[in-house]
């Protein structure tokens, strides 16, 4: 007997850095620019989803060449956030640029049924469901926040900066950052144990 897909309800899961390489690779192989544009900037950024494809191209380019940082104003929240455009994302952003239609001040991804709009949500959620099928993963426990919280669960877990993770984010509340990270009280006794007086 059939039976229905499973749905996963909750949080959805950060990828690993295994997961990223696998996705960079297999978008590389089938020359899938903009995906690959938009999968590293969505890394980089660590923004919502609605601000991701709402980027427009001075939000990254300055004086004719991809910034190494900036700063957007999150619509969730009206707050200025400020992150890093890697090497990787760049060389990725350069590549789409090249053959991306649209105006010189447009959205860095426009929609490619009306490229006066930008790339629908809808879509970029479809993109990433797809983005983790084609490494075998189940594409029900991933969605739009796994690249949000990607770096950033990198980054706790390397450091465990949740300071740092908090600015990052944008979030306003340390205890909003401890909620979306998942910070248990596991993680603190480890933090705890690892450090010698």
């Known amino acids: 007997m059939n039976q229905p897909p499973q749905v996963i309800v909750g949080a959805k899961r950060p990828l690993r850095p295994m997961h990223v390489w ?3 690779v297999r978008l590389q192989i089938a020359n899938r620019l903009r995906d690959l544009a938009l999968f590293d900037i969505a890394l980089d950024s660590k923004l919502r989803g609605c601000d991701v494809v709402s980027l427009r191209l001075p939000d990254i380019i300055a004086a004719g060449a991809v ?10 929240t009206g707050r200025p956030v400020q992150f890093e455009i890697t090497e990787q994302t760049r060389r990725s952003l350069v590549e789409w640029l090249k053959i991306r239609l649209g105006e010189a001040n447009g959205w860095l991804f426009p929609s490619r049924m009306n490229r006066t709009v930008h790339l629908s949500t809808r879509q970029y959620i479809r993109l990433v469901k797809g983005w983790v099928a084609l490494i075998g993963l189940e594409p029900a426990a991933f969605g739009t926040h796994s690249l949000r919280r990607t770096k950033v669960a990198m980054l706790y877990r390397k450091t ?6 908090q600015l990052l984010l944008g979030h306003t509340k340390l205890e909003s950052t401890v909620r979306y990270l998942g910070v248990e009280l596991d993680d603190a006794l480890a933090l705890s144990e690892a450090l010698e007086i």
Do not use: E, F, P, T
């Open 22 to 24: 696998a996705i960079r």
């Open 67 to 76: 910034r190494s940082r900036a700063i957007v104003v999150q619509q969730k």
């Open 160 to 165: 465990g900066n949740l300071r740092a993770c």
